[in-house]
């Protein structure tokens, strides 16, 4: 993959993240002109959920953030990976990571358990340009350049796409996550900001990345400073949003995936009074 224009997935500035989209939303989203939906979680393997989505839209990408090794083996992986892309040619871009070892047992040598995964998907024809990594640390996003379209980072910040940015080159492919409340209430927002965040604060690899970032031991401690929670959840108007987000495009992402914290009736609401700010095109 010399070719850096053939090697980037093509999905837009923005897009949506969130969990169990509907083909609906999917469709009403993709009109609000985002060019991807990211479904979080670690769906499992047989991925049955993709086609219904894209079956009601046009060009709308559809993308994992993230399967997860550890649950979902490689074959039955790449069987569905084949039958999505044949049905709906390059509209499908496949997340992989290595999750969390406080989530699963069996989680040992992850980023060798993440390469042999990386070469099970080339056994099983998954072309490299069609797939994106997990990635935090510079070891495992470097594995993202190497061997994938390229990284997509979560609950970061844009000095964090900045970094990634210089550590992968121009070439790769750069979608971090940002999430978002639209409120210009800062209590309103950090308290919904933080129940978003409690689950991660006891997982190594965020809080890892966290200090890595210039955070200290009390920023990252439940529930979370002020000052880290700011940092990972943009609140305000939808320009102040958009400005937010526009951080990381400036630092080298090719793609935000953005996380509207809402309730699932509320979300193509959200996107809806942000999509002008980020100068998107309705359909």
Not at 165 to 171: F, H, K, Q
Not at 266 to 271: D, G, N
């Amino acid at each position: 993959m010399t070719d850096a224009a053939a090697r980037k997935p093509n999905l837009g500035r923005f897009g949506s993240f969130g969990r169990g989209v509907t083909p609906q939303q999917a469709k009403e989203i993709e009109a609000l002109g985002y060019g991807a939906v990211w479904v979080g979680g670690s769906p499992p393997a047989e991925l049955e959920w993709v086609e219904p989505i894209l079956e009601q839209t046009t060009t709308l990408q559809v993308a994992t953030g993230i399967v997860n090794i550890w649950t979902a083996p490689a074959k039955p992986v790449a069987e569905s990976f084949h039958r999505i892309d044949k049905a709906y040619p390059g509209r499908f871009l496949l997340g992989i990571g290595v999750g969390h070892p406080e989530a699963h047992g069996e989680y040992q040598k992850p980023y060798d358990a993440l390469v042999r995964y990386l070469d099970q998907l080339d056994e099983f024809g998954v072309p490299a340009e069609r797939r994106v990594v997990a990635a935090l640390g510079p070891r495992v996003l470097g594995l993202s350049e190497q061997r994938s379209a390229g990284a997509h980072p979560y609950l970061t910040t844009p000095e964090h796409t900045a970094r990634a940015r210089e550590l992968i080159g121009p070439s790769a492919f750069l979608a971090p996550e940002h999430k978002v409340v639209l409120t210009t209430d800062a209590e309103e927002a950090r308290a919904v900001g933080r129940k978003a965040l409690d689950i991660y604060f006891n997982l190594a690899n965020y809080r890892n990345n966290w200090k890595r970032l210039g955070f200290t031991d009390d920023d990252i401690a439940r529930p979370g400073s002020d000052r880290l929670v700011d940092a990972l959840v943009a609140y305000g108007t939808p320009d102040a949003i958009a400005v937010r987000l526009g951080e990381h495009l400036d630092a080298g992402a090719d793609h935000v995936a953005v996380q509207v914290l809402t309730r699932p009736d509320k979300l193509v609401p959200a996107l809806a009074d942000l999509s002008g700010a980020l100068g998107l095109n309705p359909a």
